[in-house]
């Protein structure tokens, strides 16, 4: 496996996270800084047309995108720990989860979206974080309520073992507290964040311990 990697892409922090918790290491990850452009390069754009990362090539030939395909295939084909629960309500409602902060939440407030609103349609950057800060808000609000009063809430998002669920919650915190958005709000999600940060599959993935870091 090949592994296109950045740092603070909370995408590909996900897929981090997801090969840790599997114990698979990459036999190769390239750094792709987004900052920089790299991602437009055409040698990586004919790899992945999207231009985004995560990307993981495999021995195969194949080249899988987006972070959540990226981790069920994972999941898939290295079956413990799972990441789904074996129920089909269970694993609806961690998909559920994962699906409100990687399509809900993070599409609004990525890198692309931020850099348009300054660049092309002349936000401010105080008005850019205040629309970064209203759609955490938005999304982390919902997301609160979602797991406090759900008893298939556990230590975890759902139950007592780490699921697809935190992979996507933990990363999207991360950057919440990057644009230090008060979080106090939020207990349940800063709880669930802590118990996930203790292991050493998420700590491990965390941006500051990349080599790429900055």
């Not at 993070?106 to 936000?123: A, K, W």
């Not at 669930?192 to 965390?206: D, G, Q, Y």
Request: hydrophobic share 40%; aromatic share 8%; net charge negative.
């Amino acid at each position: 496996m090949k592994l296109y990697d950045y740092f603070r892409s909370s995408a590909a922090y996900r897929v981090r996270i997801a090969l840790n918790l599997k114990g698979i290491v990459p036999d190769e990850r390239t750094f792709v800084h987004l900052r920089m452009g790299n991602q437009r390069a055409q040698d990586y754009l004919a790899l992945n047309p999207q231009g985004l990362v995560p990307a993981l090539a495999l021995d195969e030939g194949a080249v899988l995108t987006q972070s959540l395909a990226i981790v069920e295939y994972l999941d898939e084909t290295h079956r413990e720990p799972p990441l789904l629960p074996h129920d089909p309500v269970g694993r609806a409602r961690v998909r559920a989860i994962a699906l409100s902060i990687a399509c809900e939440i993070h599409p609004l407030n990525n890198l692309r979206v931020l850099n348009y609103l300054i660049g092309t349609l002349g936000v401010s950057r105080e008005q850019k974080d205040g629309w970064y800060r209203y759609w955490i808000d938005v999304g982390f609000e919902a997301l609160e309520k979602t797991l406090a009063r759900d008893s298939a809430t556990g230590r975890f998002c759902h139950g007592d073992t780490p699921t697809l669920a935190d992979i996507c919650l933990v990363p999207q915190m991360a950057n919440a507290r990057r644009f230090e958005i008060d979080l106090s709000p939020y207990p349940t999600l800063i709880r669930i964040e802590s118990a996930c940060n203790a292991l050493p599959a998420f700590a491990e993935a965390a941006p500051a311990r990349q080599p790429d870091a900055e």
